[in-house]
């Protein structure tokens, strides 16, 4: 299976150990922001081609994924203050 860069940087981030405060704090690298931002100029132009449209697809799952987690990090932060 050959994951996307993008799912890549959160599996890294992952694994590498993390902490809520970590995760509240998280944000995607430069590169990973540029290309998002290519990718959705491109998607408003009707220019991605389906292997395009997958990778931006993956971003906004991810997207969605951290802005869960990064609710449930600050409750969590939160709870030990």
């Known amino acids: 299976m050959q994951l996307s860069k993008s799912y890549e940087e959160i599996l890294d981030f992952i694994a590498s150990g993390?902490?809520?405060?970590?995760?509240?704090?998280?944000?995607p690298s430069e590169a990973a922001t540029q290309r998002v931002e290519e990718l959705t100029r491109r998607a408003e132009d009707g220019m991605l081609d389906a292997e395009e449209r997958a990778e931006l697809d993956d971003y906004l799952q991810l997207e969605h994924l951290m802005i869960l987690a990064k609710a449930k990090a600050r409750q969590r932060i939160d709870?030990?203050?």
Do not use: I, Q
Not at 18 to 27: C, D, H, L, S
């Open 18 to 27: 993390t902490t809520p405060e970590a995760v509240a704090a998280f944000r």
């Open 79 to 81: 709870l030990g203050k």
